[in-house]
């Protein structure tokens, strides 16, 4: 079954080479693009998409998630997507991968605050429809206190805290931060997320038991 959706998934898939003349790079380039008219294989074109590559002698391989640069320039490949996508520039893939972590943070205190009402009342509080505003750090302590988060959980949601405090007061602050460090901010704060969203649904079926 799996390998007939695979099969269905990738019959419809192109792929076009543009062989040019890079005036940055004085050199010859090629763009591959790549297109993936349905890549869910149902027929409907769900999430149809196309992915370009740059094939260049003169690309250097630069650390994730850094887009890959010109050895002539040393900046970010000119061709790594459309003028004007933020991908092109350091500062706003920064900016945006700021915007993300931020925006999971709120994921983790709309959670934290879910689960711990929810923990409340499988324990047999007498509860209001809505809980008092609680801050982040309040949230974290709750959420210990209730056993709902090991220590270690415990610790990684605190480190968040600090940076999202670090980036949420300060417009520019982002500015400070490398790309990687960025990066693996965002992909902290959606973990945490995801996890608490799972306690949540956790908590849903042993109340529904």
């Not at 010109?70 to 520039?89: H, I, L, N």
């Not at 709309?110 to 505003?133: C, H, N, R, V």
């Not at 520019?172 to 460090?181: D, H, L, P």
């Amino acid at each position: 079954m799996n390998q007939e959706w695979y099969k269905k998934s990738m019959e419809a898939d192109k792929n076009y080479d543009a062989p040019f003349f890079c005036k940055v790079g004085q050199v010859e380039s090629e763009v591959r693009v790549y297109i993936e008219p349905d890549p869910h294989g149902d027929g409907k074109g769900t999430h149809a998409h196309f992915h370009t590559m740059i094939r260049c002698p003169k690309i250097k391989i630069v650390d994730f998630p850094e887009p890959d640069r010109c050895q002539v320039t040393d900046e970010t490949c000119p061709f790594v997507a459309p003028f004007g996508d933020y991908e092109r520039d350091s500062g706003a893939r920064r900016w945006v991968y700021a915007q993300r972590f931020l925006h999971h943070v709120s994921f983790i205190e709309f959670y934290g605050m879910q689960l711990i009402y929810l923990s409340l009342i499988s324990k047999g509080f007498k509860m209001a429809k809505e809980l008092p505003d609680l801050r982040y750090v309040d949230i974290i302590r709750f959420l210990h206190a209730l056993g709902l988060v090991n220590s270690t959980t415990c610790n990684e949601l605190d480190d968040v805290r600090k940076q999202r405090n670090k980036l949420a007061h300060r417009p520019k602050a982002y500015r400070r931060f490398k790309e990687k460090e960025l990066f693996e901010l965002v992909s902290k704060a959606q973990k945490l997320a995801g996890f608490l969203g799972t306690r949540i649904s956790e908590l849903h079926r042993n109340q529904g038991a």
